[in-house]
Every structure is written in structure tokens, then in C-alpha cells.
């Protein structure tokens, strides 16, 4: 039987909670979520601008845009990507000491 995630959640749960407080955890992937998620806009962006502009594209659509954007779809979600760093131990996070945060 196989899995439909990419990272069984229980198992992210039960190594989390050993480290600290799950929604400390959260947090961090959620942090880390936006961050991959700045990265692949700026990555598309970037290749898009690249593409030349049709005069009129209402004749019909860009293929070489169409064709950037269909790569771009088949990455996985950055929600998944964060969960599975910080499952393999590649996402670390440390929280500020209360010295810090005055």
C-alpha cells in the first residue's frame, strides 16, 4: 500500500514533538513554504521574460509560455518541499532567546 504523501504526517509529528512543540515546527515550514514559494515565482518570472511577447495574443496562445508554465506545474507544492526538509533533517530552526526578543 502506498502512500499519497510525499511525507507521512505522523511520522513528522512524532519527530517534531521529540525536538519541541509541533507548532514551533509548523512555523518554521511555513517560513520555509514562502521562502521556496518567493524562489519559483522568481525562477518563472526570470524565464518568462525571456519569451517574446506576441503582438496580438488573441490569435491564439503562446506555446513557449505554455510550455515554461507546464515545468513550472509539475513541481511539488513548496508545503511539501518545506515538510520534507524538515523531515530529512535538511530544515533547521532556532528560536530566539528572551534576551533576544526585547
Given at each position: 500500500m502506498s502512500s499519497t504523501y510525499i511525507v507521512?504526517?505522523?511520522?513528522?509529528?512524532?519527530?517534531?514533538?521529540?525536538?519541541?512543540?509541533?507548532?514551533?515546527?509548523?512555523?518554521?515550514?511555513?517560513?520555509?513554504?514562502?521562502?521556496?514559494?518567493?524562489?519559483?515565482k522568481y525562477q518563472l518570472t526570470?524565464?518568462?521574460?525571456?519569451?517574446?511577447n506576441d503582438a496580438d495574443e488573441s490569435e491564439g496562445p503562446n506555446y513557449d509560455k505554455l510550455a515554461i508554465s507546464r515545468e513550472f506545474d509539475v513541481l511539488p507544492k513548496p508545503t511539501f518541499q518545506a515538510m520534507k526538509e524538515i523531515s530529512t533533517g535538511q530544515l533547521t530552526y532556532r528560536l530566539p532567546d528572551a534576551k533576544e526578543v526585547k
Open positions: 507521512n504526517p505522523v511520522e513528522v509529528r512524532m519527530v517534531e514533538s521529540a525536538k519541541g512543540s509541533i507548532y514551533q515546527s509548523i512555523v518554521a515550514m511555513g517560513f520555509r513554504s514562502r521562502q521556496i514559494n518567493d524562489q519559483i526570470r524565464r518568462m521574460e525571456h519569451v517574446e
